[in-house]
């Protein structure tokens, strides 16, 4: 696996040049290897001259991305993570308070079977901020979204897209369309539709079919230069884009019988925490966290 450290400077684009974003694999070692994490760093800034700041984050025993998005031009820096993971809320947390965020949404794509979400976790330490996830997951949050919803962080926002088959409660969050919202556009798929791969479909109401319906009519029909951030990599890739998961996955993008086919004969043994991570994530991961692993966590 590759192994790179983050880049911790956030890189600011000169506003004559609106449409712009840089490309998260430019990373350099850097001082947070206490974590051992992947990350990068970009802004955004918008054609209306808003500011994304974003964060790719890394967790290394699930190899699962958060990602860090605030509204930097807003006075108040509202900010939201997608698919926090519980063992770096800390880092999360840190993160958040040095670049002077304020957190609103702690965001799922989904009820992660392989990983405890962060979620509930920060909710102890931030009470004011929301979980959320899809109705359609059956799962508990403050805020319960469907297809067609935004999430509001100031002057951006995210719309959600319905994006079942690898379980049956999968989102993926869509950056804003519109001339004060990040161009490109960006897909955070979660593990719908992951770089060159996707994610399995053989448990959580899992449907290849479904999968396969999902990403052509809900990811494949966003403008092919569309930024797609997955909620993992077993690669060491970052970042991909619709154009070349349509062209180059080697699943994704062939007919929908062979496709059925390949997923049938993945043979994948069931992710290690599935019995912990499954019901635990239902409830916004606070399953059996006690006050211990809470104070454990903080400094
Ligand atoms: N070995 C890991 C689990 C790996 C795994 O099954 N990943 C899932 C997403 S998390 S449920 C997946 O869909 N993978 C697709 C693929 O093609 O690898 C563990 O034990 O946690």
């Known amino acids: 696996m590759?192994?790179?450290?983050?880049?911790?400077?956030?890189?600011?684009w000169p506003s004559s040049k609106p449409l712009r974003c840089l490309a998260l694999s430019a990373v350099t070692p850097n001082?947070?290897?206490?974590?051992?994490?992947?990350?990068?760093?970009a802004d955004y800034t918008t054609s209306g001259g808003g500011k994304l700041l974003f964060h790719q984050l890394f967790e290394?025993?699930?190899?699962?991305?958060t990602y860090l998005l605030a509204d930097a031009s807003h006075p108040e820096k509202p900010a939201v993570l997608i698919d926090p993971v519980d063992r770096t809320v800390e880092r999360d947390l840190k993160l958040v308070k040095e670049l002077g965020l304020?957190?609103?949404?702690?965001?799922?794509?989904?009820?992660?079977?392989?990983h405890v979400t962060g979620t509930g976790l920060i909710k102890m330490k931030a009470p004011s901020v929301k979980s959320v996830i899809s109705s359609a997951s059956n799962a508990k949050a403050d805020r319960l979204i469907k297809a067609g919803e935004k999430i509001i962080f100031g002057n951006l926002f995210l719309e959600v897209r319905a994006t079942p088959g690898h379980t049956s409660g999968c989102v993926t969050y869509v950056s804003g369309d519109g001339p004060c919202q990040p161009q490109p556009r960006m897909a955070f798929t979660g593990d719908a539709l992951l770089i060159r791969g996707c994610g399995r479909t053989d448990f959580q109401g899992g449907s290849s079919s479904q999968l396969y319906h999902s990403v052509h009519s809900q990811i494949f029909t966003l403008p092919k230069e569309t930024l797609v951030y997955p909620a993992h990599d077993y690669k060491g890739f970052s970042v991909s884009t619709v154009e070349e998961e349509m062209l180059y996955n080697p699943r994704l993008s062939k007919d929908e019988e062979t496709f059925k086919n390949i997923m049938e004969n993945l043979g994948l043994p069931y992710p290690k925490k599935i019995d912990v991570a499954v019901p635990s994530n239902m409830v916004c991961g606070l399953q059996d966290i006690s006050l211990k692993t809470v104070q454990a966590t903080s400094n």
């Not at 590759?2 to 600011?12: D, E, N, Q, T």
């Not at 001082?31 to 760093?41: C, H, L, P």
């Not at 290394?60 to 991305?65: A, F, G, L, V």
């Not at 304020?102 to 392989?114: C, E, R, S, W």
Request: glycine content about 2%; proline content about 2%.
């Open 102 to 114: 304020k957190l609103i949404y702690a965001m799922n794509t989904h009820v992660h079977a392989d």
């Open 2 to 12: 590759l192994r790179i450290g983050c880049a911790r400077a956030p890189v600011y």
């Open 31 to 41: 001082s947070r290897a206490k974590w051992n994490v992947r990350s990068s760093t």
């Open 60 to 65: 290394e025993e699930s190899y699962t991305y």
